[in-house]
């Protein structure tokens, strides 16, 4: 590949420097370079310069997320270089840096497609709102610190009634997340199935759930006490999304786009799980 596109974070690259010393090392080997450096998190969509054959994202796990929305329905490949702190979807570090430009130079690389989830948020039977996520959806409890009631189903028939602090729906991506944190699985990120966590059950037989690739999920926020209203809130990829209510439906589904990742390093998914983790 010769044709690059730059996302780069200024919070995490201070003054661009790192961003420009990738610039001059893919032009200085006859490459293009482009940069957008308007990053910010709650934008949408960008445009991509035409010919653009591959993405480098520049800062941490946060920045590849809000890119992979960005980018929806691009199918260009991304890379993330990692300026942030765990990093397991920016994987290459500034050590690796040079060696990782000449492979992808050198068209010595894969790609990974790593699924992305939809959520369609239903209020009193009618659309509201349309999510689309890499990494998971959230359900929680919104305010003051006491449960709420969820009705959870898998094609069409309700497998729980939790009582929770609320329930994550995520992708193998999005296994290490805070879906590892509330005691769900680990997944490898090219399996295409993904997983429903309840979060804090009042329950001893609440579990994880892993799902085939072709289920769809309801999750519907329940009246549980009688003088006080019920109150949650959607989050997709740690971006907040609407406020739900009793009666308030998400459905969620594994959706048509995927995420392209470039992989340019033999390290295996369980080496970076002991790196990262361990």
Known sequence: MNNFFIIA???????????????????????????????????SSIDIPEGTQCILVIGGDGTILAAARMLVGSNIPL?????GTLGFLADVNLADLSKTLDL?????????????????????????ATYIALNDFNINRFGASRVIGLKVGINGSVIDRYRAD?????????????????????INPTC??????????????????????????TVEVEQIRSNIKEEAIIS??????????????????????????????????????????L
């Open 9 to 43: 974070n200024k919070q995490k690259d201070i003054n661009l420097e790192i961003t420009e010393q990738i610039r001059h090392h893919i032009s200085r080997l006859g490459a293009v370079c482009n940069i957008y450096d308007q990053y910010d998190r709650d934008v």
């Open 192 to 217: 295409k199935n993904f997983v429903i966590t309840p979060i804090c059950p009042h329950s001893l037989t609440a579990r994880s759930i892993v799902l085939a690739k072709e289920d769809i999920v």
């Open 236 to 277: 997709f990829d740690g971006r907040e999304g609407l406020s739900l209510f009793p009666g308030d439906q998400v459905k969620i589904y594994k959706s048509q786009e995927v995420t392209p990742f470039i992989k340019a390093t033999e390290v295996s998914f369980v080496q970076i799980l002991k790196e990262k983790l």
């Open 79 to 83: 890379l993330g270089i990692n300026l």
């Open 166 to 186: 609320g329930v994550i729906v995520c992708t193998p991506t999005g296994s290490t997340g805070y879906n590892l944190s509330a005691g769900g699985p680990i």
């Open 104 to 128: 992808l130079l050198q068209d010595q690389y894969q790609v990974e497609n790593r699924i992305m989830l939809t959520a369609e948020v239903y209020k009193q039977g009618e659309k509201a």
